[in-house]
């Protein structure tokens, strides 16, 4: 754990917000500019290492809603207009404009949520690789796609990607940055215009994405920003200028909006909850294994939602497993989020804490051996602090083997064997990421395929831009990422013609 104090994390804390461009705000982004919000409450941003109030945000009115969404409505025809290349463009100067605000960018998410800066340091780079990504999508839209009817050779048809119109981009707490680039990207490429709302916790470090765009040229009206809590969300879901939705969030929160939109047939993507498992086969390297546990097991101090918090072993290598598990974990840094060499900062909001400390003693109760961590006192008295937990002898049907929990907790669950495994990764209603370790990787591989997910990673996990991201069951609708994450902002259109 840290040696820091309270006093000196707090100090700290209280100098690097000091020296932030962006702290309590009055304004909202509309139509390429910052505007006073029509809106008379606010909202507050605590720092989850101090528990301090440290910056504020209006509550976007009704009327800063209908204002952001009429703003892209306008802004819709000049940009759809423009060739895709031209669009590429201006996102590769967003690119470079994103880089360039790195450092601020990093500091402000990590008083925030509490992200360490070893992870919020990488925010700018992501989202900027993230724009060059889908910026080199331009040819793909520009290509003219004929087809002949298969029945009929005199038949012949265009087919034609039309972005769709007017999305609303809500993204969570836990990737501020990313989890709207990855919206935003496939977005603006296609043509589309964009109203953001980001998650109430973390309404700041967003606007220096705003900032970059405006900077790159990107026209007045295509990128909208709007703050608040669920209520704004929730308008600006049901508005009767949005064309589609996208959303980062919880499962329970998701449902309410797929319902909604499900009402009004309007197009969504949810990217929602996670208990992915790693299958450790019999053969698994653990040394490589214990390189990689940290990031692809609790990143973000457990508050991502594909990592794999549930590992799963056979029995010849459960007791080594758990050795691995709790010695990697409890030696990991938990402390300061701005020191680089922290690993595991305080989860983002007291709430979750709550959440996560219930589910430490649920488990307690229900039989679970405390290997690393457990009920323990946090190193500050203040915050939303939690001691990083390995729990052993977890049986399946145990709450914390079953539901997603969001913070520093992973169990270690024992199979008959492989097959046994499986059935037990697959034994939850979610479905969105998962590891195979294994020395043999195409055994890992063979296993890889029976587990029911949107993605799975053969001795590590990673995303990778060009392939889709996206879960199944309760795990959401649609994916991210690749060609598949660019089509959910078009809608095609095929025209016939005769040829003879």
Not at 42 to 47: A, G, I, L, N, Q
Not at 127 to 147: H, P, T, V, W
Request: proline share 7%; hydrophobic share 45%; glycine share 10%.
């Amino acid at each position: 754990m840290s040696t820091v104090t309270q006093s000196t994390l707090a100090a700290g804390h209280a100098d690097a917000a000091a020296a932030l461009p962006y702290r309590h705000v009055d304004d909202v982004f509309i139509e390429g500019a910052y505007r006073p919000s029509s809106g008379q409450r606010r909202s507050e941003v605590t720092d989850p290492a101090t528990g301090a109030v440290w910056a504020s945000v209006p509550i976007a009115s009704d009327g800063d809603v209908d204002a952001a969404v009429a703003a892209a409505r306008g802004a819709f025809p000049g940009w759809s207009g423009l060739a895709p290349s031209e669009r590429a463009r201006r996102m590769i100067a967003m690119a470079d404009a994103v880089e360039r605000r790195g450092e601020p960018l990093a500091v402000t998410n990590s008083l925030e949520n509490g992200s360490p800066i070893a992870e919020t340091s990488r925010a700018a780079s992501n989202a900027a690789g993230i724009l060059r990504y889908f910026a080199s999508l331009a040819e793909y839209l520009e290509k003219e796609d004929m087809r002949i009817a298969p029945l009929d050779p005199t038949l012949e048809t265009s087919v034609h990607r039309d972005p769709i119109g007017v999305c609303a981009l809500i993204a969570p707490w836990n990737f501020p940055i990313n989890l709207v680039v990855i919206k935003l990207a496939p977005a603006l490429i296609a043509g589309c215009t964009v109203v953001i709302k980001p998650a109430s916790p973390t309404p700041l470090s967003i606007r220096f994405i705003v900032d970059a765009a405006a900077e790159a040229g990107i026209p007045q009206g295509v990128i909208n920003l709007v703050t608040g809590d669920g209520a704004v969300g929730d308008r600006l879901v049901r508005h009767p200028g949005v064309d589609k939705v996208a959303f980062t969030g919880s499962t329970p929160v998701g449902r309410r909006i797929a319902a909604v939109c499900g009402e009004l047939l309007r197009p969504v993507t949810l990217e929602l909850g996670g208990k992915s498992s790693a299958i450790v086969l019999p053969n698994a390297d653990l040394d490589d294994m214990g390189g990689v546990l940290l990031r692809s097991c609790l990143r973000n101090t457990g508050q991502t939602c594909y990592i794999s918090t549930r590992i799963i072993a056979t029995p010849e290598r459960y007791e080594d497993v758990v050795a691995l598990a709790a010695s990697t974990v409890s030696t990991a840094v938990l402390g300061d989020p701005l020191d680089s060499s922290t690993v595991f900062g305080p989860v983002a909001t007291s709430a979750q804490r709550d959440i996560v400390r219930g589910y430490i003693d649920v488990a307690i109760e229900e039989g679970a051996r405390v290997v690393a961590g457990g009920d323990v006192p946090p190193p500050f008295e203040r915050g939303s602090w939690i001691v990083p937990t390995v729990f052993a002898d977890v049986d399946p049907g145990m709450r914390i083997a079953r539901e997603e929990i969001f913070g520093p907790v992973i169990t270690v669950l024992c199979a008959r064997d492989v097959d046994d495994a499986v059935t037990i990764a697959n034994n939850t209603s979610f479905g969105l990421g998962g590891i195979v370790f294994g020395a043999d990787e195409d055994a890992a591989f063979a296993v890889a395929r029976r587990i029911d997910t949107g993605s799975v990673g053969i001795n590590f996990f990673a995303s990778n831009h060009a392939a889709p991201f996206g879960g199944r069951h309760d795990s959401g609708l649609g994916v991210e990422y690749g060609i598949e994450g660019l089509n959910a902002y078009l809608t095609p259109q095929s025209v016939h013609r005769r040829t003879r």
